[in-house]
């Protein structure tokens, strides 16, 4: 069942003489005739969560805006930068006007009058795109003061940014939008309260405003039939790494993992097996290859029990081929350049982390570094203003949970090619480290070859 | 393992730290907002900027896309492009370089005019984008006309490896583009029009065509 992908092909979607003959607009005149709380409680029935990644009910997010006549705003997250993922740019590049749509919805629910899409710079086509879209929607009397002789205005501008991945987290994203760096702000208060330019502020991810026409259009209750009872509808999932067909699928929350990953995607090349896999964009810890994990529904609820996240709903597939000490190294790696230095354990977590990894590939660590590793993301978790040092931590302490062996083992055999001689084991160093001489654990023999 | 102490890199002055950047004077007086009347704006550029202000409730909002007009201009974000910018919007130049410094997409150093973002993040790694940016690096890292640099995930992992050039979307590459892509662009022709991704239907179509 595809809803945002049905004939998103179709020559000229992107214009608004086509969107309008596909049934475009039609959802904001309706939307104008009813009472904002009536909108609000669509969307509440509808229990459509945020497609960005932290997987919050967009209707319980709008009814938390204070009511009343004060300077409200909503912005639209268009930063898309988290590693597989790249369902936004083909949206927004193919349907600009059906964002649009949901956007003045969205605005006219809430009574914010002004409007912001934070685009990242680099979607540099998409946000062309979106600002010939704007204008037509201008010029067609949807954007602008008193909206189609209702007595709701809305001022929409399309913002670039230049080139932050922290700028997706909402609170630095206010700041980017402020014209500051784009640091996380401390919360509470959120964003709902005291958000930008300090005013009530509502802030949702592309698809997800998206998906708004649509609930309206075919109602609240029956678009909650769609998929599972807490994951609502459907999810475009962008499938990249090791497939044969990698790309943007639509499908209904709950598909069953291996149906995406084999059958519309294709699976990893011929001869080979998948290894690991991010279920949720690089922040998402990853998930093994075993029956039991690519068994799993494709729903929120589902890939958090299993102790992983759909977050923005990437999957990047890893085949056997692939070591993954390089796949944690590059995952690191990405995390430290983009760490923007504000809270010290993500700062410093990243950056040795980092530094760790280097070490396990160049085989100067011991096992003992994996202990240190895995001691400092748990000290990272829940310790910064924001999850960017979450987003390390969770998948780098999953691979070593999972993949253990393979990074003792690639250790001691990179140990061996620089003439080091195998790592002994010791058991109070590290985070275990106190007075007293250094002792070998017992029970364990130290030459015996690591699996 | 014994370390080899002149094996260990480091800086001129004999620090393993980079230390205070030549550029920074300490005993000068921080920077005022700059006078209009000593610092000459082109009028395209303050009519520009001036109508990305007018956009904002606060005029600050307008940094980055400020920072857009004046490196367009200048080709970096110089001490001038600052300047100008400031001038326009009545801020401290200290206040739009610390702006400046903090997003990827601003060059504080003067760079070649074609930007070529080789993206080598974990999709596109996986597919061999280490070995295409180091061709890439081979085919027009040396000229002066082109700023070849690796680049975090942008967000194209569907045509992964991939790269963007002048900020356009191309891919999936193959070690033989790049040479043509360099060509490409010299010639001012648009960059390996085949593989440009806005041409590109949505997955399902296009693998069903490609079968």
């Not at chain 1, 690089?282 to 994990?293: C, I, K, Q």
């Not at chain 1, 780098?396 to 055999?413: L, T, Y």
């Not at chain 2, 590109?200 to 490609?210: D, G, L």
């Amino acid at each position: 069942m595809e809803i945002l992908y049905k004939d998103i092909d179709e020559p000229g979607l992107n214009t608004r003489h086509v969107y309008e003959r596909r049934g475009g607009y039609e959802m904001l005149r309706k939307a104008l005739e009813m009472e904002p709380q009536e909108v609000l409680d669509e969307l509440l029935a509808s229990n459509v969560r945020g497609r960005g990644g932290a997987g919050f009910a967009m209707g319980k997010k709008m009814s938390f805006i204070p009511k009343g006549q004060m300077d409200k705003y909503l912005v639209c997250n268009a930063d898309e930068s988290e590693p597989g993922t790249f369902k936004d740019r083909e949206l927004m590049q193919k349907n600009p006007h059906q964002l649009i749509e949901g956007i003045i919805i969205g605005a006219h629910a809430i009574g914010a009058n002004k409007a912001f899409v934070y685009i990242r710079g680099e979607y540099a086509h998409q946000a062309d795109v979106l600002d010939a879209a704007l204008a037509e929607a201008r010029d067609a009397g949807y954007v602008g003061e008193r909206i189609l002789g209702s007595d709701h205005s809305l001022d929409l501008v399309i913002h670039r940014g230049a080139g932050a991945y922290i700028c997706g987290e909402e609170t630095a994203l206010l700041d980017s939008l402020e014209g500051k760096r784009g640091n996380p702000r401390l919360k509470p208060p959120f964003p709902a309260i005291q958000g930008l330019y300090r005013g009530p502020t509502l802030i949702n991810n592309v698809e997800t405003l998206m998906n708004v026409p649509y609930v309206l259009r075919i109602g609240g209750e029956e678009y909650a039939k769609v998929g599972t009872e807490t994951s609502t509808g459907t999810k475009v999932v962008s499938v990249s790494g090791c497939v044969t067909r990698p790309g943007n699928y639509e499908v209904v929350l709950g598909t069953p993992s291996r149906e995406i990953i084999f059958d519309l995607a294709g699976g990893p090349p011929e001869g080979r097996s998948v290894k690991a896999w991010f279920p949720g964009g690089s922040s998402a810890p990853v998930l093994t290859g075993s029956d039991e994990h690519l068994d799993l529904p494709y729903d929120f609820d589902a890939l958090a029990k299993a102790g992983s996240m759909l977050g923005s709903g990437a999957i990047i597939v890893i085949d056997d081929s692939i070591s993954i000490v390089d796949v944690a190294l590059k995952t690191a790696k990405f995390y430290r350049h983009e760490s923007c230095g504000k809270c010290t354990p993500c700062r410093e977590g990243t950056n040795w982390t980092v530094k760790m990894l280097e070490r396990v590939q160049s085989g100067e660590a011991t096992p003992m570094d994996l202990d240190i590793m895995a001691s400092v993301c748990e000290q990272i978790i829940g310790n910064c203003l924001c999850v960017l040092g979450d987003a390390m931590a969770m998948p780098i302490g999953s691979m070593i949970k999972h993949f253990r062996a393979e990074f003792e083992a690639h250790i001691e055999a990179a140990r061996e090619q620089n003439g080091l001689g195998a790592a002994i084991p010791q058991v109070n160093r590290g985070r275990h480290a106190g007075l007293g001489p250094m002792r070998e654990p017992t029970g364990v023999d130290p030459t015996a070859a690591v699996a | 393992m014994a370390i080899d102490p002149s094996r260990i890199p480091r800086f001129e002055h004999g620090s393993r730290v980079p230390g205070w950047d030549d550029a920074v004077d300490l005993a000068k007086d921080p920077a005022v907002v700059p006078d209009p009347a000593s610092t000459p704006v082109p009028e395209h550029v303050r009519a520009e900027i001036e109508a990305h202000m007018a956009q904002y409730p606060d005029v600050r909002s307008a940094a980055i896309p400020a920072l857009y007009v004046v490196q367009r201009e200048h080709g970096w974000c110089s001490p001038t492009a600052i300047e100008q910018a400031a001038c326009v919007m009545r801020l401290t130049p200290g206040y739009l370089a610390a702006v400046a410094t903090f997003y990827d997409m601003f060059d504080t150093v003067p760079v070649g005019e074609h930007q070529v973002y080789v993206c080598t993040n974990i999709s596109c790694s996986l597919r061999g984008a280490d070995a295409i940016y180091d061709e890439m690096l081979s085919a027009a890292g040396e000229d002066p006309r082109f700023n070849v640099r690796s680049f975090e995930c942008l967000g194209a992992c569907d045509i992964a490896p991939m790269a963007s050039v002048n900020g356009e979307y191309v891919g999936p590459l193959e070690a033989g583009d790049c040479r043509t892509l360099v060509d490409d662009v010299l010639a001012g022709r648009p960059p390996l029009e085949a593989k440009q991704l806005r041409r590109r239907a949505k997955a399902t179509e296009h693998w069903r065509s490609q079968a």
